[in-house]
């Protein structure tokens, strides 16, 4: 906790002495919209519109961050079978967690950068680490908590974005990721019949260098299961270009305010999570565990230059949690739809109390 004070003050200090520097400008956070200039390298007269506009937090290349979970209460329940509205669930293992932390490691290359077409291929990494207080005492390999204790969590994926304008005003955007998650180490990888697929589709507008909006569909893991859901994206920076927002809605809604071309602050929140496939707990039936994880996170972050092309920030906020529950699914890998309408009965009931958060990160982003 020591070092985050002191990288804390180091970065409010260096915003609070830092000269303006008005002839740079930043570009789009890893979003939908987050990539290199269209430029019209052809000849043609045709014209095609930008995949950004004015002000946008910067694009990261290549990323690396600590995230760290401050304690919270964690209940879960036996296995068994359990009804949707299931409220008075007897917890079966419960547990005080000291902490929650891992490294997050990203990666967002351009393959193809013309002015009709872009089309980027990237990576993730996370990992978090359960660290229980002393005196809990899971069920011996045989309870959740005893694999969250041994392996954590980890997810591993691959994710590739294309932007196709189709004039100097409209454009398409397409989002296909596959992310392999659950409580297994490099040394133990799960088998890839696992592997959870995400998809979004957009269709937008960019009508001029302050706005682009964007609405569309997406096939979704961000808040535990399976989902398809309507979203929106808006882009926006006010005439005077110290405010705006980055949208893309439900995933994730900021408000940016700009200090300079070498510093802004995001203030907002994100949904964040996935399903994982969870071994080594004993179940009543011939089936796998899928932890359905998700999380609402409010947050403010703080982004600055520190030299070139690299930036780093800071992000501290509050974590709610949104589901924790699991699900059975077939060995096969095969997973299903239960939506908000669905009645199918969950594994497990679980709880977790919500808990302040941080997390430091050092980005490469793009020129």
Request: aromatic share 14%.
């Amino acid at each position: 906790m020591k070092y985050f004070i002191l990288l804390l003050f180091f970065f409010i200090g260096s915003a609070l002495f830092a000269q303006t520097d008005s002839t740079q400008k930043v570009e789009e956070e890893e979003d939908y919209s987050a990539y290199e200039n269209v430029t019209s390298s052809d000849g043609q007269n045709k014209s095609f519109c930008n995949p950004k506009i004015f002000d946008l937090s910067p694009a990261r290349f290549i990323s690396i961050a600590w995230d760290h979970q401050l304690p919270y209460d964690i209940k879960l329940s036996k296995p068994g079978f359990y009804p949707k509205d299931s409220s008075n669930v007897v917890p079966y293992e419960t547990a005080n967690v000291n902490s929650t932390s891992g490294i997050r490691l990203f990666a967002n290359i351009p393959v193809i950068s013309s002015n009709k077409f872009l089309w980027q291929l990237g990576l993730n990494y996370w990992n978090m680490k359960y660290v229980f207080s002393e005196n809990t005492t899971p069920t011996p390999n045989a309870g959740l908590i005893q694999q969250l204790q041994n392996d954590g969590l980890t997810t591993m994926g691959l994710h590739s974005t294309v932007y196709k304008p189709l004039n100097d005003k409209q454009f398409i955007l397409m989002q296909v990721s596959a992310d392999l998650s659950g409580n297994y180490t490099f040394s133990n990888i799960q088998d890839l019949k696992y592997t959870k697929y995400s998809a979004s589709i957009l269709w937008g507008k960019r009508p001029n260098d302050r706005k682009q909006w964007a609405v569309g569909l997406t096939r979704t893991y961000r808040v535990g299961q399976l989902n398809f859901l309507p979203i929106v994206l808006y882009n926006w920076t006010a005439p005077n270009r110290k405010w705006g927002t980055e949208i893309l809605f439900p995933a994730r809604v900021h408000v940016r305010k700009n200090f300079n071309a070498r510093s802004l602050v995001m203030a907002g929140y994100e949904l964040e999570g996935q399903s994982y496939r969870i071994g080594g707990v004993t179940l009543p039936v011939d089936k796998e565990l899928e932890l359905r994880r998700g999380e609402l996170r409010l947050r403010l972050e703080y982004q600055r230059q520190l030299m070139g092309f690299i930036w780093g920030t800071i992000q501290a906020g509050y974590r709610f949690n949104y589901s924790y529950n699991a699900d059975y699914t077939e060995k096969d890998g095969s997973d299903f739809f239960r939506g908000f309408v669905g009645t199918q009965e969950y594994a497990m009931i679980n709880k977790l109390g919500g808990a302040p958060y941080f997390n430091i990160g050092i980005h490469l982003v793009s020129p």
